[in-house]
């Protein structure tokens, strides 16, 4: 069975706000046959708070999320536009970073990884941190950016094509 990990700092879980796209796409890929690890945040960036992780453990437990479902600690910020937005998805990019080196909790790697980041998450250290290791073979890791605004605040247009640039050379490459 091939095993794809979705990362989004933006799912919407049972009973909360948020983008529906990465839980739809996690049931349809575990429909199809695949597993599938979805890995967000602990912060629920819509509310502005952190998750209620003891909550999900229960609607896991009762079957409510087909896939697995794994978190990384962002300490979380209270406005979007805000420096501690920057700091916030900084600490979850060292988070997920450490994620990915000590691998899933099977031991069996990633097909695949799906990245919906920002790019405050800074790719170099997230990116690097799944790149196959000498006999772990070669995977595709395909991405959506977001939150540009906080790449290059002063000039939206020219920051949509260095970020965009920087992310295809990043992260998008197959390793």
């Not at 819509?46 to 609607?59: S, Y």
Request: charged content about 25%; aromatic content about 12%.
């Amino acid at each position: 069975m091939k095993k794809i990990a979705i990362l989004t700092m933006g799912v919407r879980l049972k009973d909360e706000k948020g983008y529906t796209r990465f839980g739809y796409l996690a049931e349809f890929l575990t429909g199809m046959g695949y597993q599938v690890d979805l890995i967000t945040t602990t912060f629920q960036h819509w509310e502005k708070a952190q998750r209620d992780l003891k909550k999900i453990k229960k609607d896991v437990k009762a079957g409510t999320y087909p896939y697995k479902l794994r978190f990384i600690y962002e300490p979380g910020y209270r406005k979007n536009i805000d420096p501690l937005r920057v700091i916030s998805h900084r600490m979850a990019a060292k988070n997920l970073k450490k994620m990915l080196e000590k691998g899933p909790s099977d031991g069996k790697d990633y097909d695949l990884i799906y990245a919906e980041i920002p790019t405050t998450l800074s790719p170099p250290p997230a990116c690097p941190a799944a790149a196959p290791t000498p006999g772990r073979g070669r995977f595709p890791w395909p991405t959506t950016g977001s939150s540009f605004w906080t790449s290059c605040p002063s000039s939206p247009r020219r920051c949509w094509r260095s970020s965009a640039s920087r992310w295809s050379a990043t992260c998008c490459s197959i390793r």
